[in-house]
Protein backbone atom coordinates (compact mmCIF):
# COMPACT_ATOMS: atom_id res chain seq x y z
CA UNK A 1 0.00 0.00 0.00
CA UNK A 2 1.20 3.74 -0.89
CA UNK A 3 0.22 6.30 1.20
CA UNK A 4 0.65 10.22 -0.78
CA UNK A 5 -0.08 12.91 0.84
CA UNK A 6 -0.21 16.63 -1.09
CA UNK A 7 1.13 19.43 1.34
CA UNK A 8 1.15 23.28 0.46
CA UNK A 9 2.98 24.92 3.02
CA UNK A 10 2.97 29.40 3.34
CA UNK A 11 6.45 29.93 1.60
CA UNK A 12 8.19 31.17 4.70
CA UNK A 13 7.68 27.88 6.56
CA UNK A 14 9.69 25.81 3.46
CA UNK A 15 12.83 25.52 5.25
CA UNK A 16 11.84 24.79 8.59
CA UNK A 17 9.27 21.72 7.11
CA UNK A 18 12.61 20.61 5.02
CA UNK A 19 14.10 20.65 8.14
CA UNK A 20 12.09 18.33 10.40
CA UNK A 21 11.05 16.19 7.53
CA UNK A 22 15.12 14.98 7.66
CA UNK A 23 15.06 14.92 11.32
CA UNK A 24 12.08 12.78 11.55
CA UNK A 25 12.01 10.60 8.17
CA UNK A 26 14.28 8.12 9.89
CA UNK A 27 11.96 7.18 12.52
CA UNK A 28 9.11 7.24 10.54
CA UNK A 29 10.54 4.93 7.92
CA UNK A 30 11.50 2.03 10.89
CA UNK A 31 8.18 2.45 12.11
CA UNK A 32 6.79 -1.36 12.36
CA UNK A 33 4.95 -2.00 8.87
CA UNK A 34 6.55 1.02 7.15
CA UNK A 35 8.63 -0.03 3.64
CA UNK A 36 10.42 3.33 3.36
CA UNK A 37 9.08 7.38 2.97
CA UNK A 38 9.89 9.70 0.70
CA UNK A 39 9.74 13.60 0.00
CA UNK A 40 8.62 14.84 -3.24
CA UNK A 41 8.82 18.85 -3.90
CA UNK A 42 7.23 20.13 -7.09
CA UNK A 43 9.56 20.81 -10.01
CA UNK A 44 9.59 24.77 -9.83
CA UNK A 45 10.77 23.93 -6.08
CA UNK A 46 8.25 25.85 -4.70
CA UNK A 47 6.20 25.14 -1.17
CA UNK A 48 3.88 22.08 -2.82
CA UNK A 49 5.61 19.01 -1.12
CA UNK A 50 4.05 15.46 -1.28
CA UNK A 51 5.56 12.56 1.06
CA UNK A 52 4.98 9.18 -0.59
CA UNK A 53 5.34 6.23 2.12
CA UNK A 54 4.76 2.30 1.52
CA UNK A 55 3.17 0.50 3.91
CA UNK A 56 2.91 -3.64 4.94
CA UNK A 57 -1.04 -3.22 5.24
CA UNK A 58 -3.82 -0.69 6.18
CA UNK A 59 -3.30 -1.61 9.68
CA UNK A 60 0.26 0.02 9.91
CA UNK A 61 -0.77 2.92 8.41
CA UNK A 62 -3.64 3.29 11.14
CA UNK A 63 -0.92 2.55 13.59
CA UNK A 64 1.36 4.77 12.92
CA UNK A 65 -1.30 7.77 12.65
CA UNK A 66 -2.63 6.86 16.29
CA UNK A 67 1.29 6.63 17.38
CA UNK A 68 2.82 9.44 18.80
CA UNK A 69 5.81 9.88 16.97
CA UNK A 70 2.64 10.68 14.00
CA UNK A 71 1.01 12.86 16.71
CA UNK A 72 4.19 15.34 17.06
CA UNK A 73 5.33 15.41 13.42
CA UNK A 74 1.94 15.78 12.38
CA UNK A 75 1.05 19.03 15.10
CA UNK A 76 4.54 20.50 14.32
CA UNK A 77 3.66 20.25 10.33
CA UNK A 78 0.25 21.27 10.02
CA UNK A 79 0.87 24.84 11.72
CA UNK A 80 3.15 25.62 8.81
CA UNK A 81 0.08 24.75 6.21
CA UNK A 82 -0.84 27.47 3.62
CA UNK A 83 -3.82 25.33 2.30
CA UNK A 84 -5.97 21.94 3.84
CA UNK A 85 -3.58 18.96 2.88
CA UNK A 86 -4.60 15.94 1.12
CA UNK A 87 -4.11 12.09 1.32
CA UNK A 88 -5.01 8.86 -0.54
CA UNK A 89 -3.96 5.33 0.05
CA UNK A 90 -3.42 3.52 -2.96
CA UNK A 91 -2.50 0.51 -4.32
CA UNK A 92 -0.69 -0.95 -7.92
CA UNK A 93 -3.54 -1.47 -10.18
CA UNK A 94 -1.78 -3.81 -12.78
CA UNK A 95 0.68 -5.88 -10.82
CA UNK A 96 1.87 -7.83 -14.01
CA UNK A 97 3.68 -4.64 -15.29
CA UNK A 98 6.94 -3.55 -14.11
CA UNK A 99 7.67 0.36 -13.54
CA UNK A 100 10.54 1.14 -15.61
CA UNK A 101 11.87 5.08 -16.88
Known sequence: MIRIV?????PQYVD?????????????GNFPGCKGVQL?????GGN?????SFWESPY??????????FKTVWAQTKQW???????WS????????NFSY
Open 48 to 52: IFFTY
Open 60 to 69: DLENYRHSEL
Open 16 to 28: DFKTMFDEKKEFI
Open 81 to 87: FADKPDA
Open 40 to 44: LQTIE
Open 90 to 97: VDVANHSE
Open 6 to 10: KMTFD
